[in-house]
């Protein structure tokens, strides 16, 4: 098994940073993928970037070149560098990962982003 949590939401003013943290436990070598994503409300969750094991990011279009995603394995933790947010990111994020060889996915609870002056 595997679990997720995330943590690093808060409120933050158009222009700035955050950093978002997704530590893993559990049977981490497990892990073929990581990824996370976004829901605004009203909106649909939608994928903000994937990492997979091989270190091959997909980002969303709407966040490239100001989201980077991270890993440090000696803490079984992932991140996501937030720059240049924008009113429009503000939404629950949501670690995501991919493990197993069926592909099981497990969920965090998720953390609030708030971009807002």
């Not at 440090?72 to 429009?88: F, G, I, S």
């Amino acid at each position: 098994q595997v679990q997720v949590v995330e943590s690093g939401g808060g409120l933050v003013q158009p222009g700035g940073s955050l950093r978002l943290s997704c530590a893993a436990s559990g049977n981490i070598l497990s892990i073929n993928a990581v990824g996370w994503y976004r829901q605004a409300p009203g909106k649909q969750r939608e994928l903000v970037v994937a990492l997979t094991g091989a270190g091959i990011t997909n980002y969303a279009d709407s966040v490239k070149g100001r989201f980077t995603i991270s890993r440090d394995n000696a803490k079984n933790t992932v991140y996501l560098q937030m720059n240049n947010l924008k009113p429009e990111d503000t939404a629950v994020y949501y670690c995501n990962a991919d493990h197993g060889p069926l592909g099981l996915e497990v969920w965090g609870q998720g953390t609030l982003v708030t971009v807002s002056s």
